[in-house]
């Protein structure tokens, strides 16, 4: 699986035949107005639900939203001090900002450019699967407890959002699974 993940202050996702919104997170919209993640996600031959599973924990626990600034008392140099310190840094998941995701199907995350100027797309799943599993990984975070807005899967939609940051990040389940299995081949380190 891939996904391209942006921290978004608000994003919708339209039907583009009827301009219905078909979902919509942050700012104006009847969620929460806290910041939230776009997740565009791909599904390739050989996904599984493990790594949807593992995809879901991933992302709704990365720490890409700003720290809060401390309230400060009048004249108080030590909170003077820990506000130039620590404002902005991202040390907070989306569980701390009480965030929502939109989840928006992505074939062409899986596209092969290698050859020619026309995209080749046989490395997605088949529509039929493909739909399955999105609908799990979007079942798995709402099981992880979080407010979940989707697209319509294989419609032509629309999206809109305002990036913060702009933070965006790419996840790949199966370069993360090399990284892992290299990890698990390491020797355990000495400590000293």
Request: charged fraction near 25%.
């Amino acid at each position: 699986m891939r996904a391209v993940v942006q921290r978004v202050s608000r994003a919708a996702v339209r039907e583009v035949p009827s301009g219905e919104i078909l979902g919509s997170i942050g700012a104006g919209t009847d969620g929460p107005d806290a910041p939230g993640l776009c997740v565009l996600l791909g599904i390739g031959h050989g996904d599984t639900p493990a790594e949807a599973d593992w995809l879901a924990d991933k992302l709704t626990g990365l720490r890409i939203f700003p720290d809060l600034e401390p309230e400060l008392a009048p004249g108080d140099p030590a909170a003077a001090a820990l506000l130039g310190k620590r404002a902005g840094n991202m040390n907070r998941a989306l569980r701390e900002v009480g965030g929502a995701l939109l989840v928006i199907s992505q074939f062409t995350l899986f596209a092969d450019i290698s050859r020619g100027r026309r995209p080749s797309f046989t490395a997605a799943m088949p529509p039929a699967a493909a739909e399955a599993l999105y609908e799990y990984f979007v079942a798995a975070l709402r099981r992880l407890g979080y407010r979940v807005a989707t697209g319509r899967f294989g419609a032509l939609m629309a999206v809109e959002l305002c990036n913060e940051g702009p933070v965006t990040l790419w996840l790949d389940t199966r370069e993360a699974k090399k990284g892992r299995d290299k990890a698990a081949d390491q020797p355990p380190s000495q400590g000293s």
